[in-house]
């Protein structure tokens, strides 16, 4: 991969959205393509994956969910909250906002979709039901897609994130972002379509997210987005709109983005992110590869490390980020990583398996 260069960053945002390529939608504010839940209905797929591909990266729906609806989420939502604190559960958060004297503002609900879905069964299908959700989804990664919700609030004085672009390669380190070759960082983003859903009244002092609108198209945004004059450009040129409780943020999960500072003095902004995978995010077979880890590291060994590979789960996700939380990083450790660690500091095969055993515990949904 080439070292990121900020001239070219910005002669790609030099890109205008032009409302002629997308005649459904209902304007475009600082180069965001803002759409009715009608125009959404009425438009082609192609116009939809126009936006988020060779367009802006991000469209706004407004009114893409009934608010009578969001509001009735929106209290369990908040139930699940008050419970984590009751239990004094704390719970990890990726690219965690702080406030000015370095605490955590947030708060999270990691797999509400399943939390949602086992606790009001019937809220949950009124909300999923929508199809304005459907058509931006089915769009952008065809059927048999996957669902995943994460519940963030953040309280007024939360920082603004550094910006940065989001799953899958987006949430590894720079040093890990390099060794994938440059057309893997071409597919990834098409692997997931991210999404928010305000439940709560966003106006811009509250800190909705921050965009940086065409960024998408910037080949080497991974590895930029940690670069000090990258963030500093960021900071001084994202864009930012509104959004009322109902509306709905899609975007190609490459644009450069972060939540905003919530200056206001009274707003919690609440947001369901979904990020929805493609189907062909996993592999063909289903594997146990816990099993295969037990049947093989008696005879591994650092000199071994491939077979390493080839045995042991290398990602970290998908995960319970209630019990698995990324507290040391942008993500836990990994099977693989695991499995390394016991080869290296030579673990008997009773303390791997237990630590095997606890890994995959920690991973399971409840």
Known sequence: MAVPVLDDLVAVLADRTDPRAFPHADTVEQEVLVYSADGVRAAPPSELVRALADGPGVVVVRGALDRAVVDRVTAEFDAMIAEQYAAGQAVGDHFAAVDTNGRGTNDRVWNALEKLAVRAPAAFVDYYASD?????????????????SQVNVVHPGGAAQVGHRDYHLGFLPPTEIVRYPAHVHRLSPVLTLQGAVAHADMPVESGPTLYLPHSQKYA??????????????FA??????????????????????????????????????????????????????????????????PDTDHA???????????????????????????????????????WTAAAFDAALTDHARRRESH
Do not use: K
Not at 132 to 148: E, S
């Open 132 to 148: 304005v959700l459907a058509r931006v989804a089915l769009a952008w990664l065809g059927p048999g897609y996957q669902v995943t």
């Open 220 to 233: 080497d945004g991974y590895l930029a987005t940690a670069l000090p004059e990258f963030a500093a450009h």
């Open 236 to 301: 001084r040129h994202h864009v930012q709109l509104p959004l009322a409780v109902g509306d709905a943020a899609f975007f190609n999960p490459a644009v450069i983005h972060g939540a905003g500072h919530n200056r206001s003095a009274d707003v919690r902004r609440t947001a369901n992110l979904l990020q929805i995978s493609s189907a062909f995010g996993r592999a063909m077979e289903s594997v146990d590869r816990a099993r295969v880890c037990r049947a093989v590291y008696p005879y591994l060994t």
């Open 308 to 346: 390493v590979s080839a045995a042991a789960e290398g990602y970290a996700f998908p995960t319970n980020l209630d019990r698995d939380p990324p507290v040391d990083g942008l993500a836990p450790p990994t099977q693989a990583d695991l499995v390394r660690r016991a080869v290296a500091q030579g």
